[in-house]
């Protein structure tokens, strides 16, 4: 069965700096590409970064280009992300997502999700 | 960026009623246009990939269909375990996007 469990998520100040983490299983991590989509409050979804089951490619939507980093460890099977200068609009559910294959970038897992909230 | 509609925000039905759900894309998706299922506190489901693929565990009454730009999910008897939030997702294409939901609410 395939599981997917975040961590990390927090209170943090603008400008501040965050991590989370993705610990997968029930799977083969390294086949698969994997991602983060973000929910705001009362929101919809919004994609927000994905890289492939090598770690070679990494895409990043336009609203956290240059702030926010994408990576994965395939010995530890866990995904990351990096956050730097978070904004109060970054405040929103992060869930780690597992894709269809190595290159495919479909979601096809969800995890739990975890709260990330900025705010002074 | 391919950005998606869908339309209506909400709609209202009665268990046992036929539902149709749209999605419209602003460039073409080809068939990599996906729906996800979502109740309150709950992550996101996939019930339909690439368009008219049913995901493992989803009921035959569950269906989706289109290509191009337009595309619709069609529940042919609603459950009650129906009424949730819907959304549309294209891979067609970087950014990945998402459509804005469509609330399935119980009349």
């Known amino acids: 069965e395939v599981q997917l469990l975040e961590s990390g998520g927090g209170l943090v100040q603008p400008g501040g700096s965050l991590r989370l983490s993705c610990a997968a299983s029930?799977?083969?991590?390294?086949?698969?590409?994997m991602s983060w989509v973000r929910q705001a409050p009362g929101k919809g979804l919004e994609w927000v970064s994905s890289?492939?089951?090598?770690?070679?490619?990494?895409y990043y939507a336009d609203s956290v280009k240059g702030r926010f980093t994408i990576s994965r460890d395939n010995s530890q099977n866990t995904l990351y992300m990096e956050m730097n200068s978070l904004r109060a609009e970054d405040t929103a559910i992060y869930y780690c997502?597992?894709?269809?294959?190595?290159?495919?970038?479909?979601?096809?897992?969800w995890g739990q999700g975890t709260l990330v909230t900025v705010s002074s | 960026e391919i950005v998606l509609t869908q339309s209506p925000a909400t709609l209202s039905f009665s268990p046992g009623e036929r539902a149709t759900l749209s999605c419209r894309a602003s460039h073409s998706a080809s068939t990599f246009l996906n729906w996800y299922q979502q109740k309150p506190g709950q992550a996101p489901r996939l019930l339909i990939y690439?368009?008219?693929n049913r995901a493992t565990g989803i009921p035959a009454r569950i269906s989706g269909s289109g290509s191009g730009t337009d595309f619709t999910l069609t529940i042919s008897s609603l459950e009650p375990e129906d009424f949730a939030v819907y959304y549309c997702n294209q891979r067609n294409s970087w950014p990945i996007t998402f459509g804005q939901g469509t609330r399935l609410e119980i009349k």
């Open positions: 690439d368009a008219s």
């Open positions: 997502a597992k894709m269809c294959g190595g290159s495919c970038y479909r979601i096809d897992h």
């Open positions: 890289i492939s089951g090598s770690g070679g490619s990494t």
């Open positions: 029930g799977f083969t991590f390294s086949s698969y590409a």
